[in-house]
């Protein structure tokens, strides 16, 4: 039951952390390298609040504004600049992320820091003592995908966003206006980054260089998921369990590995990923 639960939590954090990169990547058709600085930017929010006197419940919704302001102003001044160059778009925003390390790294220093949980201790669930924080990372990973799929298919703004993501180009000749869609996709991928970072954060530590596997990992879970989040979330439930699997039976240091090999097989095999043949 344990190893269950293990591999559940693990797929709601990969979802949690990647679903903001695949939302830019399906509407602006670029993959944004700075995803990792984000994460990192949105894992020193606990620290923050609970420095400030704050609830440490506040360290989530603080990471996530911070991601959307800051995603609104690189999306304004760096990515809408570039964005019949989709290929500087990208080298862009691997730059600004070094940046943004470089930048937590002389407010914050190279140290590792620890982060307070809102959530702390056990409870027993058929038999098998498990972490309360991270079985309340599954409920939120369902909340953050119900969230997303109810503003896409229930809302104006998420027609408008699926008619930019099937054909900006005829989307425009209608009267969308697509660079306020691509603003706030780029804004709410960022602060999605971010919020990811703050939930991480209690789980291990923090420090400049954290968002980095974790960018790795959810690059490879975009890639193979398309623009598809009932993909991502099968995405993140296979390789992230396999991760699971091998960290327990194998070597951690394997396990590590697990989602970007899969991933690479997964595309060598079936280069549309798991959302299209």
């Known amino acids: 039951m344990s190893l269950l639960l293990d591999i559940l939590s693990t797929a709601a954090i990969l979802f949690i952390v990647s679903c903001g990169l695949l939302l830019i990547f399906g509407v602006m058709k670029i993959i944004n390298f700075a995803h990792g600085g984000f994460l990192t930017l949105g894992g020193y929010a606990p620290l923050l609040v609970t420095h400030w006197g704050w609830s440490p419940w506040a360290g989530g919704p603080v990471a996530f504004a911070i991601g959307i302001a800051c995603g609104a102003l690189v999306e304004r001044f760096i990515v809408r600049p570039l964005h019949t160059r989709p290929l500087d778009a990208i080298l862009a925003t691997w730059g600004l992320g070094i940046v943004i390390g470089q930048l937590i790294t002389l407010a914050f220093g ?47 703004l998420g027609l408008i966003t699926r008619a930019v993501t099937m054909n900006e180009t005829l989307a425009r000749g209608l009267g969308v206006n697509s660079e306020r869609v691509r603003l706030s996709t780029f804004a709410f991928g960022a602060g999605l980054a971010c919020l990811a970072g703050a939930l991480i954060t209690p789980l291990s530590s923090v420090d400049p260089n954290m968002g980095v596997p974790w960018l790795t990992n959810a690059f490879m879970l975009a890639m193979i998921s398309g623009t598809s989040l009932l993909s991502l979330a099968a995405a993140c439930l296979l390789l992230g369990g396999a991760q699971v699997l091998v960290s327990v039976f194998g070597s951690p240091v394997l396990g590590a590995l697990t989602i970007v090999v899969l991933g690479a097989l997964v595309l060598r095999i079936r280069p549309g990923g798991f959302a299209r043949g």
């Open 110 to 156: 190279r140290g590792v820091q620890f982060a307070e949980s809102p959530l702390s201790g056990t409870v027993q669930l058929l038999g098998t003592e498990y972490s309360v924080y991270r079985l309340a990372l599954i409920g939120l990973a369902l909340a953050v995908a119900a969230g997303i799929a109810g503003v896409l298919n229930g809302t104006r």
